[in-house]
């Protein structure tokens, strides 16, 4: 343990930096679930009560049972963000083993190149990616959300990391016994990986999940949008109904909520693997 700690006015002040930080992270998010449970009248009224005056369950069934395409947005999103996650977990995996396993012609060129990637922001690809899926006709469809998301360079360098430090051993014990490097990789190399798998799959399904830039640039078809963009048809010119926006982002965060829950005890093992050696 750090000399540092052994002082009790460390470990207090530590303490309530966090507890400070949980308190301004969590209100927003507290009084968003309240405000799904008021009429629009008691939310634009500008009250800050957590508790509702009128509580009310209309919000939800105004989303669930009136609006037509809210099980639309929902299936589209759930299919966008489950496509991209595994996607992401066979590419990026597959990526980052040759990389940091195999020899090829270019193997630094090509690891230098997804460096530089990671320095350049989505949002200068975003025009080059749209041009393109014009081009092709893949505007307004599943697979021009999917595509274009299947890679990323910051998980190809993660899983690379990661397999950079597997134990060499177990390797050469499988090609030993028989398997090839496909083998290897598939009945060996993958199965010991699932920390890093698991903390992949959490960042990558809540990026596509929460992902808004890309469906409003290509998706014009109120039936092909994703959640983040069918809540958007909820605020208009004159009128916001922040009551449907509040119960629909509440289901809309839920998933993602389940998710990270699900496999926050996979970050900490994978922090231990991912920042070794290069």
């Known amino acids: 343990m750090s000399k540092d700690f052994r002082f009790p006015w460390v470990k207090i002040l530590l303490y309530g930096v966090l507890t400070l930080y949980a308190v301004i992270t969590i209100v927003p998010f507290l009084w968003a679930l309240s405000a799904s449970f008021k009429p629009l009248s008691e939310i634009v009224n500008g009250g800050s009560n957590f508790i509702p005056k009128n509580f009310t369950l209309d919000n939800y069934k105004q989303i669930f049972l009136q609006e037509p395409l809210f099980w639309r947005w929902l299936f589209n999103s759930v299919l966008i963000a489950v496509s991209v996650t595994l996607l992401n977990l066979i590419f990026n995996s597959m990526a980052g083993y040759a990389l940091a396993r195999l020899r090829f012609v270019g193997k630094n060129f090509w690891f230098f190149l997804i460096l530089a990637v990671l320095a350049v922001p989505a949002q200068i690809t975003l025009i080059p990616t749209f041009l393109i899926l014009k081009a092709i006709g893949w505007l307004n469809s599943y ?29 050469e014990a499988a090609q030993l016994d028989g ?86 005890r996979y970050f900490i093992q994978s922090a231990t693997f991912t920042g070794g050696k290069g």
């Open 143 to 171: 697979q021009g959300m999917i595509v274009p998301g299947m890679v990323n360079a910051t998980f190809i360098f993660m899983m690379r990391q990661f397999f950079v430090n597997f134990p060499r051993e177990l390797e």
């Open 179 to 264: 398997l090839n490097t496909w083998g290897i990789f598939r009945y060996i190399v993958l199965p010991l990986a699932k920390p890093a798998l698991a903390a992949q799959a959490v960042f990558v399904f809540m990026g596509s999940w929460n992902n808004f830039l890309l469906p409003v640039v290509i998706l014009f078809d109120p039936e092909m949008f994703t959640l983040p963009l069918g809540l958007n048809t909820f605020k208009g010119l004159y009128i916001s109904y922040w009551n449907y926006i509040m119960a629909a982002s509440m289901v809309f965060t839920l998933p993602a909520l389940g998710i990270y829950a699900f496999f926050n």
